[in-house]
Structures are given as structure tokens and as C-alpha cells.
């Protein structure tokens, strides 16, 4: 069995030591401030991660493709390389 040991402040103690809190709930420590009968809880917050641009991952060499003349469709064995109809 876990023993979790929560830090507990008061609004004012939390006031005067801001930076303890705020150290504590970085560190994954969840602190509660209590205010008149209130509870307050200070966790961290995970951040979304940014995803990077990636270069693409195709290089087209036929000039027909780069054109749009040709496409992929769905078919019952997976994708199908097609030629366009003409509209």
C-alpha cells in the first residue's frame, strides 16, 4: 500500500510560499490550499506536445502524376492506381 503524502496550506501560507507550491505540483506533488472551507488543488497540468512539419514522404517522378492524371482508388484488395476519366 501507497502513503501519499499531500501537502496541505492555508491561503495565506500558500501566499507566502508561492514558490514551494508551485515547485511541489511541478515535481507531480498535488498541494491543497484550503480557504474557508474551501479546497483548492494544484496539479500539474500536462502539455500538449507540438508536432514538428514532416517533408513529405512521397516524390512524384512521372509527369502524368504531378499533372493529376492519374489517382487512388479504393478497391476489395487496398488501393488502386488509376488513370483520371476526363470530365
Same mark, same amino acid.
Given at each position: 500500500?501507497? !502513503?501519499?503524502?499531500?501537502?496541505?496550506? +492555508?491561503?495565506?501560507?500558500a501566499r507566502q510560499n508561492f514558490s514551494r507550491v508551485? !515547485?511541489?505540483?511541478?515535481?507531480?506533488? &498535488?498541494?491543497?490550499?484550503? #480557504?474557508? $472551507?474551501? $479546497?483548492?488543488?494544484?496539479?500539474?497540468?500536462? /502539455?500538449?506536445?507540438?508536432?514538428? &512539419?514532416?517533408?513529405?514522404?512521397?516524390k512524384i517522378l512521372d509527369p502524368?502524376?504531378?499533372?493529376? !492524371?492519374?489517382?487512388?482508388?479504393? +478497391? $476489395? /484488395?487496398?488501393?488502386?492506381?488509376?488513370?483520371?476519366? #476526363?470530365?
Amino acid at each position: 500500500m501507497y !502513503n501519499v503524502h499531500m501537502l496541505r496550506f +492555508s491561503a495565506t501560507e500558500a501566499r507566502q510560499n508561492f514558490s514551494r507550491v508551485l !515547485n511541489c505540483a511541478a515535481g507531480g506533488q &498535488p498541494v491543497t490550499i484550503e #480557504r474557508r $472551507r474551501l $479546497r483548492f488543488r494544484v496539479v500539474l497540468e500536462p /502539455t500538449a506536445r507540438k508536432l514538428r &512539419p514532416t517533408p513529405g514522404r512521397l516524390k512524384i517522378l512521372d509527369p502524368a502524376v504531378a499533372d493529376g !492524371n492519374w489517382t487512388w482508388q479504393p +478497391s $476489395r /484488395t487496398g488501393l488502386v492506381f488509376r488513370r483520371r476519366r #476526363r470530365s
